[in-house]
């Protein structure tokens, strides 16, 4: 490898945040100015040299957290520090939406278009008025740029937008340890209920540096235009988002299992945490031994919640049973399907019970470093847990020696930066590795060779916290609950036309009849997006759907990742289908032709369709689409366009969509 | 005469492929076992000197007991495994990764595509005329080889020619996502300036025609280019010790393009740019 930088300098802004990642330059061979005469006698290089390319993520993070945009001086220096050929480099920063290769503003409000907004009362009208105020999307004025955004995961209090604003004290030094103590050592600007609660306006202020001129993000749901452009100018004057016990509005029935803590405990506090039963189920782990625990999790019937309902046992113990070394436990908070929002929910609301299910993952496979692969549009959870792993650290349950028992087990969060492809499990490796997030080819599954190429156990953040439950109340109780094939307590994201959208815990085996009964439906229900863009529509009268895996199968459809949007009659299909269009066609990773391709066909058939429905060149586009779905289904590499297809051919067939 | 390697004897493994029975070494890939079969399976991202990425899907086939199909290039024949080859299944998604393309990108030089796009009754131009294509307009900034983008099926051969698989010289990559994602270098800048040492191996490896010899570029620009009326010859390269294999296109006593043996033990078809690049002084008159 004979790397060419070319000539171009970081500015001393570009150079401080990388630094900040990474310390200082060990050498010139690194970017340092000065050279020393061993650098004349020793050259950089070999393996060694390229071993941190985990480390090009955070680092483009911490360029773009810092000054907005990544320019060419600062990718050759990152370049240079990381060993990395600047071409792919390149390649890796433009894959990701959140970062910038041209000049821009330091701030930008990321406006959420998505399904859940758009569906929302008044969405063309807020966005035109977004429009007014900020110009148009793309464009910068008075040092403000807008974007249209997909899902932020926010979508029960939609329309929502993130504002983010460039500057120091980024938190992006979330790379090995650093900055993680600036965090936690912040203080809590709220009290009691929730510190975690407001603070909008996250990152640590770092001394000397003036309030309007550090890093700050705005989350502002719901949205009014006059919102977002009061938190685009000034994020860190922005009101505090509401406590997170408010996206569950079952929040304090003692039935609850997941989300028995949220908005009941402080977030932040340890000591509340332990309060509430927090780390009952790691001291049983310690009791039993990882060998039981793989059995508990085994015989509890416990499947994958991230959508493809995999058994979590069968893919711990496939990990733990892997002669190479070491293993990793990975999890995935790269929550990103349209219409999802409960591991948001669950980080922000109960951060500990993540980091407790997590060292109970790594002793049970044999693992000692777990990755939190967390989404790049989530400044809240990022900033809780942060905090949470570091208290978690300075009280022992994190580290050399968790809870005294000998064992070692670290947590290390890395940030998304918007892609909703790096969910899929494969492509989050290479993300996290420091690639492009495209999928790999399975086999060899992720059991065998997932991060680094080594035995990975990665689940969902959803799936995590059931071990809790699993452990607490044994493999037999937790399998009575559900169904013979669907076990324990489920998860549902409600939103759209219902009167109280958030996170609603139920047992597997309710209708959906019950769980919208619970939530309210409000008008005339006409359609229900189960599992999101990815997942299928119902008729509104199929209310007796039973939200199972089996259950949803059987009626045609998919549970996903436990997305139930209503839509009333008010709302027009036809755009709804389109914007899901252009999603994957946004998303699509761009490897394989049938996806690459196969959603932009799709789209503008879509867009065919949807300014003159009906007629015999509908019917031509209706073929065409059925025809380029079939083959995304069965030819992509992986499930994003595989399922690209689902929710417009559900329509068609189920709601009579264009007919 | 070449030298062949042998390798140690390898299982061999059983399965049914198209109804017969098949039996390849432990370790081929279900088109190996096509091509041991004499069946035609059409192939565009595959690499006889590369490990497949599979990103094409052309050769998808059917395999039973899987949900999705499988591309043959890169899936190993497994015992007991039973594929289909020719299913209405293959067949369709073959069709539609066909259309798809040649809707998006120009495959005029793509070899045995026209053949294909009969044989499978695919209709590129069904998507209508506003369909989206790749519309880039060739990219020359140097004197050796053009960068024609728009026919770019982006099956990454070039990237991991230039990268680990062969030269180690990292200087392209994919750029961008989705339906804008092509072959780059660093800030999508002109070849000059970036890593490019210009040993032509991305060219050598390029599918469709999207890289190609500036010579030969010039040559179709004219119309002067024609393929019947060239001979092609193998010799070893004089310009240093190692003895690759070069193969000298020649048309009109002229030489056109270089490439080297795939099946060459020293070069495996990778050659430096001495090699590929460096015949235009026998031309020039002065290496006598």
Redesign the interface.
Known sequence: MDLRFGDSKPTDEEKAAVDELLGPPASAWEGADDRSTGDLRWALGGRDARERRDLLLPGLHAVNDRVGWISEGALSYLCRRLTVPPAEAYGVATFYSMFSMRPRPSKVVHVCTDIACAAAPGADAFRADVEQRLGPAGQARDGVVWEPSPCLGLCERAPAALAIRAGQGCPSAAGPGAGAAEAASAPSPNGANGSANGANGSGPASPGVAREDAYATAVVAPATAEAVEAAARAPQDAPGEPGAGLAVPQAGDPSLKLLSRIGVVDPESLDDYRAHGGYRALRRAFAIGPAAVLREVTDSGLVGRGGAAFPTGRKWQATAAQPDQPHYVVCNADESEPGTFKDRVLMEGDPYALIEAMTIAGYATGAHHGYLYLRGEYPRALRVLTGAIQQARARGLLGPDVLGQGYAFDIEIRRGAGAYICGEETALFNSLEGNRGEPRSKPPFPVEKGLFGKPTAANNVETLVNVLTVLELGAEAYAAIGTGKSTGPKLFCVSGSVERPGIYELPFGATLGELLSLAGVTGDLRAVLLGGAAGGFVRGDELDIPLTFEGTREAGTTLGSGVVLALDSSVPLPRILLRIAEFFRDESCGQCVPCRIGTVRQEEALGRLAERAGGPEAATDIALLREVGEAMRDASICGLGQTAWNAVESAIDRLGAYA | MTAVPLNPPRRLVEFTLDGEPARVPEGSTILDACDAAGKDVPTLCYGDTLTPK?????C?VEVEGSR??A?AC?RKAEPGMEVRTDTE?AR??R???LE??A??ADLSTTPRVAEWIKEYEAKPD???E???TLNDGPKVDNDLYVRDLDKC??C?KCVDAC?EQWQ??????????????RI?????GPLT???C?YCGNCIEVCPTGALSFKSEFDMRQAGTWDEERQTETTTVCAYCGVGCNLTLHVQDNEIVKVTSPHDNPVTHGNLCIKGRFGYQHVSSGKAT
């Open positions: 599979n990103a094409c899907r052309v998808v999705t199909l591309p890169s299944r369709h998604s069709k539609i990764v798809l393309l809707s998006a069904r998507f209508g506003d369909a989206a099926i982006l990454y990268g180690n010289t990292f200087a392209i990559s994919v750029a961008g996502r989705g339906f804008d994602a780059s270098v660093e800030h999508d300036e970036s890593a040492v």
